[in-house]
């Protein structure tokens, strides 16, 4: 049964479970996971009912669906695989800002291995590391589960078509497809985020994507991959084409460009703020945008809304942090961050 408010916005992708190392040691294990679950926790910091469209295995925690749902996200539309599991995936921070994913293991292995639950230090991460770089996972980590059981149209609960927003994030080249035609078909804003499948879009299959989108939201790492070569305007332009769409570039640290359906430009810096944990920041940006949509709002309020969701999402692991977040905090920064739009 979907929750009391039928969502305002949902967001399709990933849902998975994810085990952190911060570059000081600390870690954080079997956290709630994926560009579906961060994207719709960014958009939750600004509407009062989001839902999340995923494909989870038989074994997914369910207290990582309750700690969603108390959060305030519907779930109704993360569906079970029966008869499936998949391991959790590890993040590797390090202090220049980089990162290891696409590790795979079990936290209960880290006991078998000698290990804190808590805190490892930088030779117990090497040591951590190098035994993960050095096993496999034989395929049943999340990203094997993800290109078993991509996310599909189908899959949506038919209460959220009556949304009046939906944002996909990286899933099965053709589903993505699929999932934004039919979101477009409702009559739904729509934004979308490449992530991985940057590189798996050709031309024709990302023509086919646009046409059906609002915004485009790649991150400068995918956008240098759609046009190698391209000064990140120029790229932005070249994406765009003729289209009437938004196509924005996310730049971590550096803030973030959006190119207007008119062919102007907006630029906005990054929140200062302390960054624990990047991962899944680039997915709350996207559901911070789409909820201005989904108000009604302009492109700038849109990419303002986006700026403060990334920042809420580096200061946690996980999406407990950003469904915590305090109002006022919130709107503080909101305010700070339209105060200070940086120039085009």
Same mark, same amino acid.
């Given at each position: 049964?979907?929750?009391? /408010? %039928?969502?305002?916005?949902? #967001?399709?992708?990933?849902? &998975?479970?994810?085990?952190?190392?911060?570059?000081?040691? !600390?870690?954080?294990?079997? $956290?709630?996971?994926?560009?579906?679950?961060?994207?719709?926790?960014?958009?939750?910091?600004?509407?009062?009912?989001?839902?999340?469209?995923?494909?989870?295995?038989?074994?997914?925690?369910?207290?990582?669906?309750?700690?969603?749902?108390?959060?305030?996200?519907?779930?109704?539309?993360?569906?079970?695989?029966?008869?499936?599991?998949?391991?959790?995936?590890?993040?590797?921070?390090?202090?220049?800002?980089?990162? !290891?994913?696409?590790?795979?293991?079990?936290?209960?292995?880290?006991?078998?291995?000698?290990?804190?639950? !808590?805190?490892?230090?930088? +030779?117990?991460?090497?040591?951590?590391?190098?035994?993960? %770089?050095?096993?496999?996972?034989?395929?049943?980590?999340?990203?094997?589960?993800?290109?078993?059981?991509?996310?599909?149209?189908?899959?949506?609960?038919?209460?959220?078509?009556? @949304?009046?927003?939906?944002? &996909?994030?990286?899933?099965?080249?053709? $589903?993505?497809?699929?999932? @934004?035609?039919?979101?477009?078909?409702?009559?739904?804003?729509? %934004?979308?985020?490449?992530?991985?499948?940057?590189?798996?879009? +050709?031309?024709? !299959?990302?023509?086919?994507?646009?046409?059906?989108?609002?915004?485009?939201?790649?991150?400068?790492?995918?956008?240098?991959?759609?046009?190698?070569?391209?000064?990140?305007?120029?790229?932005?332009?070249?994406?765009?084409?003729?289209?009437?769409?938004?196509?924005?570039?996310?730049?971590?640290?550096?803030? @973030?460009? /959006?190119?207007?359906?008119?062919?102007?430009?907006?630029? #906005?810096?990054?929140?200062? #703020?302390?960054?624990?944990?990047?991962?899944?920041?680039?997915?709350?940006?996207?559901?911070?945008?789409?909820?201005?949509?989904?108000?009604?709002?302009?492109?700038?309020? @849109?990419?303002?809304?986006?700026?403060?969701?990334?920042?809420?999402?580096?200061?946690? %692991?996980?999406?407990?942090?950003?469904?915590?977040? +305090?109002?006022?905090?919130?709107?503080?920064?909101?305010?700070?961050?339209?105060?200070?739009?940086?120039?085009?």
């Amino acid at each position: 049964m979907v929750g009391e /408010l %039928t969502p305002r916005a949902f #967001t399709i992708g990933g849902v &998975i479970v994810d085990c952190v190392v911060e570059a000081d040691g !600390t870690l954080h294990l079997d $956290q709630p996971g994926g560009n579906a679950l961060h994207s719709a926790a960014g958009a939750r910091l600004f509407l009062d009912a989001v839902g999340v469209v995923g494909r989870v295995p038989a074994d997914y925690p369910r207290s990582v669906l309750m700690l969603a749902a108390r959060g305030g996200l519907d779930v109704e539309g993360i569906r079970v695989v029966p008869g499936t599991s998949a391991l959790p995936e590890w993040f590797f921070h390090r202090a220049d800002g980089s990162r !290891t994913d696409h590790l795979h293991a079990a936290s209960a292995e880290l006991a078998a291995f000698g290990l804190s639950k !808590t805190h490892l230090s930088a +030779d117990e991460a090497a040591r951590w590391h190098a035994h993960l %770089t050095s096993k496999s996972d034989g395929g049943g980590g999340f990203a094997a589960f993800r290109a078993r059981h991509p996310v599909r149209p189908e899959d949506v609960p038919a209460p959220y078509w009556a @949304a009046a927003g939906a944002h &996909i994030g990286a899933n099965a080249v053709d $589903q993505m497809l699929a999932c @934004a035609r039919a979101a477009r078909a409702a009559g739904l804003r729509v %934004t979308l985020d490449p992530g991985f499948q940057a590189a798996r879009l +050709d031309a024709a !299959t990302l023509g086919a994507l646009l046409d059906c989108l609002d915004a485009f939201l790649p991150s400068e790492k995918e956008l240098a991959v759609l046009r190698p070569g391209l000064e990140f305007r120029a790229a932005l332009a070249d994406i765009a084409g003729g289209r009437r769409l938004a196509v924005g570039v996310k730049r971590g640290a550096s803030g @973030a460009v /959006l190119r207007l359906p008119d062919g102007a430009f907006v630029e #906005t810096a990054a929140v200062p #703020t302390v960054a624990r944990d990047p991962v899944g920041a680039g997915d709350a940006f996207c559901g911070g945008f789409l909820s201005a949509l989904v108000d009604g709002a302009g492109w700038e309020a @849109a990419l303002a809304r986006a700026t403060v969701a990334g920042a809420f999402a580096v200061e946690g %692991t996980g999406i407990s942090h950003m469904l915590a977040a +305090d109002s006022g905090l919130r709107d503080a920064r909101l305010n700070a961050v339209q105060n200070r739009r940086v120039a085009p």
